[in-house]
């Protein structure tokens, strides 16, 4: 097999390198060494060990054991585990026992919710058909798609799936559904004939490519590229090779965690020599107090509050049609700054829907959108139907009777299977209240024909029959006449009809043409020579309109801060319409495929951030505009439903996929699938993700000053020489127990009310800013001086080490009960409107205080973590001690609540640590700082 690949590689290059769409037929014959009847059997065994097998290669999956350890590869584990030995060396083994634990459970569940990369590239292979007929030493036979070989011949039928990449040697009103690989919003109707070399993948006409969907029509054509060569392959080969960045969050808390583990060795190391050179412990009590400072100094309970707040918003977004499948993209969904979006489907309702009809002397409007017949035709604001006239009622009748889709009514309701387009020409003659079409049979018919850009039927009549002709306007206006029986002549003619169509194109709208005609009655059937000489009916215009809710949801992430940009497979006036009706581009803000194909990676850069719609795109542009808007310092999320937006989706620090249109590989890429394909559900989740950061920010306010409390007791008695307040196993109850089960409430805090309103987050904003650093320190020292207090007032009055012990730790916890309350509000006071919004604060009080009942008065417990049952009177002191910490913190809120709003007001905001930032607006109004924080409201 390794020989295989080899020659698979090397071969395929002198196939795969080729423009098979730019060569003549008999060119490619010459080429492939190969004929209409085929290779033989052994030719194409041959073939087979030169080029390998028509499949993608499968990546081998990471040792699930190493994929385990990685998940203890962080260096504040590191400290732990440390920490952890020294214990066990000391003989401590209850200690040693908790940290390995608590280790473990943590890496358990990292394995669990860990996501397999692979199976996107499995997902591919599973897009590929397991048959396909072919042509061998002139026979027609069925092989296993696997043992295709360049040369091939293969026949092709509506609804095949294409086994490789094909040039087309034969095409009958064949079309192909290609938007899974190039973003195309219709079938494609193909020909046999030669495209320019330069041609995207999107324009090669003469191509049946690896994965599509044959839709109509029938086709022959020679295998060109097979496996890993095909276009399919290539996208495949590049999802190998795109580097998935970590999420925004986990990379601040890398950095996080890697400056906590610095400070702690480095506390850790002053305190030992302070303890030992100058204290004098005893080198056992010593190496106990340093692991005690390492363990109260590291947030063991961050992790799993992270995880409960990620989790909760996964439900919460799972009820408003966003499945998030990587918990960590929760919240990087606040953070994004740009949301890159496809058009079809997503900001559009992936339904055509006519829009104007053109006679020579009328133009008519119609409502309504979809192909549900719902709305109604206007002439210069009056309702028209069927009886208006009669070129309007022929109109109807042509563009209904020279249809194949089906419309069936059940009830009150219709609905309407078929061509895109032809369901939007039924739906509108409905809504102009012609129903003919049930009734009517075809004598005859000339089915469309990529090449004639035509169809027509042949339509019985009680005095004569009518020939009925639609399709390409430029096709149908050489076929037609034009002698003002509709209306005037000076607007019955070619030139004057160019003119509409040329008008009605720059709108991005896809327009149809139709012409009738009279026969006798002895007319049967319908020659080509009979469909000239037509007399032009006029043209019917239609869109796929966008979405209503994308158009208020793209203003509110305007309003947000957030850019939006469309990048899809459309052309270029069709794209621009769009994202003119969708107010995401004005003027001529739109850049297409081809000109992005010049451009190097740093012009891209300019390009990608000066530009707002992006048409005839490939998978590559997709993925390169992507990491273009990364290099600008922009956190991207990407929209995408098909296989060409696989790897743009792998790359970006979002990736959508849609839920209802979406491929396998697709949802495999992404971070998030939306169950509803509807990119206004994509800025409630922005919304949503930064009300869970602001909860995030609210769990480590609460968690750190907690740390930093028993941290500041446990080296303030190293510096004062004295025995140890806490012991690292109670450290561990607190900050495991205790902490976990009240921060556990702020997941469920309501969203702030400026969250719809304000700036995203820098990309490189700390996690800490200068607000919580003030507030985490100032907390920490309040907290551990009452704590030390309490300790030193007990010894005092003749307590022994064990009671004052667990005074000390209940008097943590108490500070914890109080400041939950605190935190639930950063700078606004704590009772007032909105104390009792969210009872899970309460439930959470309850249970620690039930908790630690059983802590201090249960006897296993006292033997477990060396404490004393609590008398009335200490318990009283410890509450009282509690709500004394809870009022003071109070007290700085209103202070710092009262300079940050004074220094608001002079256009800056609070920061203890530097001068006044000023602020200034920005073009949309949403407030940007002129230093690094954008907002003062990124303290929330």
Same mark, same amino acid.
């Given at each position: ?24 037929? @008999? ?13 033989? @059997? ?558 190097? @990676? ?38 995408? @439903? ?299």
């Amino acid at each position: 097999m390794k020989t295989k690949d080899t020659k698979n590689k090397k071969s395929s290059n002198s196939t795969g390198q080729v423009h098979w769409h730019s060569l003549p037929v @008999d060119e490619i014959y010459r080429r492939l060494d190969t004929s209409p009847e085929g290779l033989t @059997d052994k030719s194409a065994e041959e073939r087979s060990l030169k080029y390998g097998w028509n499949k993608l290669p499968e990546k081998s999956g990471v040792n699930p054991v190493m994929k385990f350890l990685k998940h203890f590869d962080n260096l504040l584990i590191y400290i732990l585990l440390i920490a952890a030995v020294i214990t066990a060396l000391m003989g401590n083994w209850l200690v040693t026992g908790v940290i390995f634990g608590v280790e473990l459970i943590n890496a358990v569940i990292g394995y669990i919710q860990e996501n397999k990369a692979e199976r996107a590239i499995r997902g591919i292979s599973n897009m590929l058909p397991g048959h396909a007929k072919v042509i061998r030493s002139s026979q027609t036979k069925s092989i296993l798609a696997e043992s295709l070989v360049p040369g091939d011949i293969v026949l092709l039928k509506a609804g095949d799936k294409i086994p490789a990449d094909i040039r087309l040697t034969e095409a009958t009103n064949m079309k192909i559904e290609e938007a899974v690989l190039t973003g195309e919003s219709l079938p494609v109707n193909k020909t046999t004939e030669v495209f320019p070399e330069e041609s995207l993948p999107a324009d090669r006409k003469c191509m049946a490519y690896s994965g599509t969907l044959v839709t109509n029509g029938i086709g022959t054509g020679i295998v060109v590229c097979t496996g890993v060569h095909t276009q399919i392959g290539q996208i495949s080969k590049m999802m190998e090779d795109v580097q998935t960045l970590s999420t925004p969050l986990m990379r601040k808390f890398d950095r996080f965690g890697k400056m906590l583990a610095i400070a702690i060795i480095f506390l850790s190391a002053i305190f030992f020599m302070l303890g030992y050179f100058i204290q004098g412990y005893a080198l056992n009590e010593l190496f106990l107090i340093v692991v005690g400072i390492a363990v109260s100094l590291i947030p063991e309970g961050l992790p799993v509050l992270m995880t409960i707040t990620l989790a909760k918003g996964v439900l919460k977004m799972a009820k408003q049609n966003a499945i998030i499948r990587k918990l960590p993209s929760v919240e990087t969904l606040g953070e994004v700054t740009v949301i890159c979006s496809d058009k079809t489907g997503t900001l559009t309702k992936n339904e055509m829907t006519v829009t104007d009809v053109l006679l020579a002397n009328k133009q008519y409007t119609v409502t309504g959108v979809g192909y549900s017949p719902v709305g109604e035709i206007f002439d210069n604001g009056k309702k028209v139907a069927m009886g208006e006239s009669d070129g309007f009622d022929e109109l109807l009748q042509g563009v209904a009777l020279c249809s194949n889709s089906e419309a069936n009514k059940s009830g009150d309701e219709w609905s309407i299977i078929g061509d895109p387009t032809e369901s939007a020409l039924l739906s509108l003659a409905l809504k102009g209240g012609y129903y003919g079409f049930k009734n009517n049979k075809r004598l005859d018919i000339i089915p469309f024909d990529s090449s004639q850009k035509f169809m027509a039927v042949l339509i019985p009549g009680e005095h004569f029959n009518t020939i009925y002709l639609k399709g390409a306007p430029e096709k149908v206006l050489e076929m037609s006449v034009f002698h003002g029986s509709i209306g005037q002549s000076d607007t019955n003619s070619p030139e004057w009809w160019k003119e509409q169509l040329s008008s009605l194109a720059s709108e991005g709208k896809r327009i149809i043409a139709t012409a009738s005609k009279k026969v006798p009655l002895d007319y049967k059937n319908i020659l080509l020579s009979d469909v000239f000489n037509m007399d032009f009916l006029g043209i019917v215009a239609m869109i796929d309109p966008p979405r209503q809710e994308a158009i208020k949801a793209i203003e509110q992430c305007h309003q947000a801060g957030v850019e939006v940009k469309m990048i899809t497979g459309d052309h270029t006036l069709t794209a621009k319409a769009i994202g003119e009706s969708l107010n995401i581009v004005k003027e001529d803000n739109v850049i297409s495929g081809p000109e992005l194909e010049k451009l190097s @990676d740093i012009e891209l850069e300019a390009v990608a951030k000066k530009y707002q719609v992006f048409a005839r795109t490939t998978p590559e542009h997709k993925l390169r505009l992507v990491k273009a808007l990364q290099s600008n310092g922009q956190i991207v999320a990407m929209t995408g @439903d098909g296989v060409n937006d696989a790897p743009a989706l792998k790359r970006a620090d979002v990736g959508i996929a849609m839920g209802i249109k979406g491929t396998d590989v697709t949802k495999d890429s992404a971070e998030m699938i939306l169950a509803d394909d509807n990119f206004a559900t994509i800025a409630k989740a922005v919304f949503e993700g930064r009300s869970i950061y602001d909860n995030l920010k609210k769990s480590i306010l609460f968690v750190l000053p907690t740390n930093g409390a028993e941290g500041f007791v446990m080296m303030a008695s190293v510096l004062i020489g004295g025995h140890m307040p806490i012991t690292p196993l109670q450290i561990l109850w607190i900050n495991l127990v205790t902490a976990v089960t009240l921060g556990f409430a702020l997941a469920f805090e309501p969203g702030e009310p400026n969250v719809t309103t304000r700036p995203p987050r820098k990309p490189n904003e700390p996690i800490l800013d200068g607000f919580l650093i003030w507030r985490i320190g100032f907390v920490s020292v309040l907290l551990g001086s009452i704590t030390l207090m309490v300790h030193h007032f007990l010894i005092q009055f003749g307590a022994d080490y064990g009671h004052a012990r667990s005074a000390a730790v209940n008097t943590l916890v108490a500070g914890e009960v109080f400041y939950l309350l605190n935190c639930r509000y950063l700078r606004e006071p704590v009772l007032g409107k909105g104390f009792f919004s969210n009872p899970k604060v309460f439930y959470a009080i309850s249970s620690v205080v039930l908790i630690q009942l059983f802590f201090t008065y249960t006897p296993f417990m006292n033997i477990l973590f060396d404490t004393t049952p609590l008398h009335t009177r200490e318990l009283t002191w410890i509450l009282a001690a509690g709500l004394l910490f809870f009022i003071i913190v109070e007290i700085e809120k209103m202070i710092t609540k009262k300079i940050f709003d004074n220094d608001s007001e002079k256009g800056g905001y609070f920061n203890p640590f530097k001068k006044i930032v000023p602020i200034r607006k920005s073009e949309n109004g949403t407030m940007k700082s002129l230093w690094s924080n954008p907002s003062r409201n990124n303290f929330m």
